[in-house]
């Protein structure tokens, strides 16, 4: 089938996804950004007040892991704030660091996700975070959207993804069943195998 045929807004189980989320193909290349999407922005990561709860309780076990900066900056602020398109985001540092960055040398991990894997806490890392480079909107009324967000620091994950032929919906499979559970992904994959975009990926390398 056309990639042209594929609707642009697909609706699957409720929910309202970009249909570049089942055509494009990404895999994280850590080992070339280094996680640096936790460091560049101009806004934290979007987080809802069950999550800041989440993170609250979890502060005390991941405080020696952050900067002297960041511990500053969730005294004065706490662990999230509102920014300028009136969302809530996890709280940064010199307006672009997450506080919650820490290092491991050159590259950035998430104290919270260090933490978690590590058994000491019961929250992992903010969905949004999980989720990326999908970002999901509330247009209100319980209805949802999905869109592929491109960022330029993103362009290695891009190239892997298509070394691979892995498309974005299946490199997050693991991050849309916790936020939409198993059943909505399997309806998610069943609509991907409709379109047949497995095959339009290959085509694209």
């Known amino acids: 089938m056309d990639k042209n045929e594929i609707p642009p807004i697909l609706e699957v189980g409720g929910i309202l996804i ?25 806004a934290g990561a979007p987080v809802s007040l069950d999550e800041v709860a989440g993170i609250e309780e979890a502060q005390d076990m991941v ?22 398109d009136a969302d809530l985001v996890t709280s940064i540092v010199r307006g672009k660091d997450c506080v919650f960055t820490c290092y491991d040398g050159d590259n950035c991990l998430c104290a919270l996700e260090k933490a978690y894997r590590n058994g000491e806490t019961e929250f992992c890392k903010p969905i949004s975070c999980a989720l990326y480079p999908i970002r999901e909107k509330n247009f209100g009324n319980g209805l949802i959207g999905l869109n592929y967000n491109r960022w330029a620091i993103c362009k290695d994950g891009i190239e892997k993804g298509k070394a691979l032929n892995l498309p974005l919906y299946q490199f997050l499979k693991e991050a849309l069943i916790r936020r939409f559970g198993e059943d909505w992904y399997q309806e998610l994959c069943d609509v991907a195998t409709l379109f047949d975009t497995s095959d339009q990926s290959s085509a694209e390398q």
């Open 63 to 84: 405080w020696k892991d952050l900067s002297a900066s960041a511990q500053s900056v969730i005294d004065q602020q706490g662990v999230a704030y509102v920014d300028k």
């Open 18 to 42: 970009s249909s570049e989320i089942l055509t494009e193909c990404f895999c994280c290349d850590y080992e070339k950004c280094h996680g640096i999407c936790c460091v560049e922005g101009d």
